[in-house]
């Protein structure tokens, strides 16, 4: 069913594609950095209450370099739709794109975990479409030895994603920044949500 819809919802929006005023971003329809940083304000002081989730396309750069840019747009297409479907679940729920591969999403607080899993479990099913048979048996996009000799395996694309589902000791203006920071730590590792606590903040 989620796939059904994300389908639904590519094909609604690229109905009105022709005229690229009617979307804030023109390749997913998904509201753009000023409507996150808007409706970011209006939950800041309701955290606890919302929780607010920077989600990537995890491993979309192995892809890439093994698979070539062909299909780089559809991905993105498809993670948009499945957030945006997913959360449409979901009462007061908010996606929106914030650059290339990472969104925002924001939600209430008991709904977010389950909204993350299941965008991410219909996002790997869409994924494991643009692989090889071989590729998805060993669940490995590319190999490699580091200089160090250690060897480097990078997966299949998949969402990760961290939250805030509290009040932290953190001004507005750097939610976004910290979050992408902490993104990038776990970006190619086994972890999936992060939850953002206090010690993972960098002191001023």
């Not at 993350?116 to 490699?144: C, H, M, N, P």
């Not at 953190?170 to 920044?177: D, T």
Request: hydrophobic share 40%; charged share 30%; glycine share 4%.
């Amino acid at each position: 069913m989620g796939l059904t819809d994300a389908k639904k919802y590519i094909q609604n929006f690229r109905k009105k594609q022709s005229d690229p005023f009617l979307w804030p971003d023109y390749l997913t329809g998904l509201p753009d950095k000023s409507a996150i940083i808007k409706k970011i304000e209006e939950v800041f002081s309701k955290l606890g209450e919302y929780s607010v989730a920077y989600v990537r396309i995890d491993n979309i750069q192995a892809y890439l370099i093994k698979y070539g840019p062909a299909k780089h747009a559809e991905v993105i297409q498809w993670a948009a739709a499945i957030l945006k479907t997913s959360s449409d679940k979901f009462p007061n729920s908010f996606v929106g794109r914030l650059n290339t591969h990472d969104f925002i999403v924001i939600c209430e607080t008991k709904d977010m975990v389950s909204l993350i899993e299941e965008a991410g479990e219909i996002f790997r099913k869409k994924a494991s479409t643009y692989y090889s048979q071989e590729d998805l048996a060993k669940g490995v996009t590319l190999s490699f030895d580091r200089n160090d000799g250690k060897k480097v395996n990078l997966g299949l694309m998949k969402f990760v994603a961290v939250v805030v589902n509290r009040k932290l000791r953190l001004k507005r203006s750097s939610l976004i920044p910290d979050m992408a920071r902490i993104c990038d730590a776990i970006t190619g590792t086994e972890e999936v949500i992060v939850l953002m606590s206090n010690d993972m903040i960098l002191k001023d």
